[in-house]
Structures are given as C-alpha cells and as structure tokens.
C-alpha cells in the first residue's frame, strides 16, 4: 500500500526557513518523480514543485521560484522542500504527491499533508 | 501559464441525478487533463487522467471527455458521497496548473 507522511510544518515568522519532509512507502521511491502541491486556507489547489525519481531535473512554480528547493534521498524514501525566506502567501497546506508513472504529469497518490503558517 | 476556468462554482444535485462539470483551458492541452475529487479534510484523489481514462479503483459513473480546450466530467448518477470539490489540472505545459474548482452538493 503506498502511503506518503508529511512532516515539518509549523507557525513561523515571515523571512525565515523551514524544511518538509514526506516518508513514502509501499512503492519503489527512485522509480517515480515526486511533487508537492500547496493549498491556501479555504483555496484551491496550486502546484509548487516537482522532481524526477533520480533527481536530475527539478521544476518550480514561478511563485516559489528561487525561494524553494525540492530534493529527494532514494536512499530513505524521502522526499523534501526546502522553504526560505517565507511570506505570508506561502501559508497552506502542503501536499506530497507521486507522480503517475505513465504520463508523468499527473498525481496519483497523496499525503494528508503540512500545515505551514507564516505570520508575525 | 495555460489557465484553466471550471464551472459552475457550485453546483447542487439529488442523489440519482446526472452531474456535468466543466473545465475550459486558455489554449490547447490536448487531451493531457486530470480530474481530482477533494472532500473536506481530505487530499485529493486522482479520478480521471488523460482527459478520459479512470483511474484504479474509480466507479464507472464517473466519465471524463473532451480535447483541446474543453473538457467535461460526468457523474452518472450521483451518490451522496459524491459531496465534494472537484478540481481539473493541466499537463500540457509548465508550470502544471489546476482549476479554480466545482463544489458539488448533493441535496
């Protein structure tokens, strides 16, 4: 059974660092790209970032662009997001998804997901 | 970025009744569109991708048609745990976009 476990999310101050985590199981991690999806209080869904299974390749949404860094170890499952210099906008819940291994663009299981609040 | 508009916002049903929810995209993504069910406190759940191949597990009443820009998914015939947002999504081109999203809610 594939099972994804976010971990990391806090209340944090606008400016600072915090980094995710997603402890994935029940499937060959290196074999499949990885992603992580954020949702706003009472918004839609909004892609953020996303990484090949051997991490050779990285994409980033423009809004989060130079600010986060998505990076995998193979080695043990997991899966992170490196968040700095946070705003306020960047409050949401934050979702890691594996990526549907046929067409590589879609999201075919998921985390409960991260709380991440950022405010003074 | 290729934006995609869902509609209706809202869209309220009897058990039983047929649902149609749409997504328009603002330039061609030929058929590489997915539908997501989301309920409250949940994550969302893959159910249609490639425009209209169901995923694992998904029931037969759910249908997904359509290319280019326009796109429908179809409830057959709704079940009352059918209540949820639905949300279509792109990956025709970076960045990888969804809908805003169709609340559906059965009366």
């Known amino acids: 059974e594939v099972q994804l476990l976010e971990s990391g999310g806090a209340l944090v101050q606008p400016g600072v660092s915090l980094r995710l985590s997603c402890a994935a199981s029940?499937?060959?991690?290196?074999?499949?790209?990885m992603s992580w999806v954020r949702q706003a209080p009472g918004k839609g869904l909004e892609w953020v970032s996303l990484?090949?299974?051997?991490?050779?390749?990285?994409s980033y949404a423009d809004s989060v662009k130079a600010r986060f860094t998505i990076s995998r170890d193979n080695t043990k499952n997991t899966l992170y997001l490196q968040m700095n210099t946070l705003r306020a906008e960047d409050t949401a819940v934050y979702y890691c998804?594996?990526?549907?291994?046929?067409?590589?663009?879609?999201?075919?299981?998921w985390g409960q997901g991260t709380l991440v609040t950022v405010s003074s | 970025e290729i934006v995609l508009t869902q509609s209706p916002a809202t869209l309220s049903l009897s058990p039983g009744e047929r649902a149609t929810l749409s997504c328009r995209a603002s330039q061609s993504v030929s058929s590489y569109l997915a539908w997501y069910q989301q309920k409250p406190g949940q994550a969302p759940r893959l159910l249609i991708y490639?425009?209209?191949n169901r995923a694992t597990g998904i029931p037969a009443r759910f249908s997904g048609s359509g290319s280019g820009t326009d796109f429908t998914l179809t409830i057959s015939s709704l079940e009352p745990e059918d209540s949820a947002v639905y949300y279509c999504q792109q990956r025709s081109s970076w960045p990888i976009t969804f809908g805003q999203g169709t609340r559906l809610e059965i009366k």
């Open positions: 029940g499937f060959t991690f290196s074999n499949y790209a």
């Open positions: 990484i090949s299974g051997r991490a050779a390749t990285t």
């Open positions: 490639d425009a209209s």
């Open positions: 998804a594996k990526v549907e291994a046929s067409t590589k663009g879609y999201f075919d299981y």
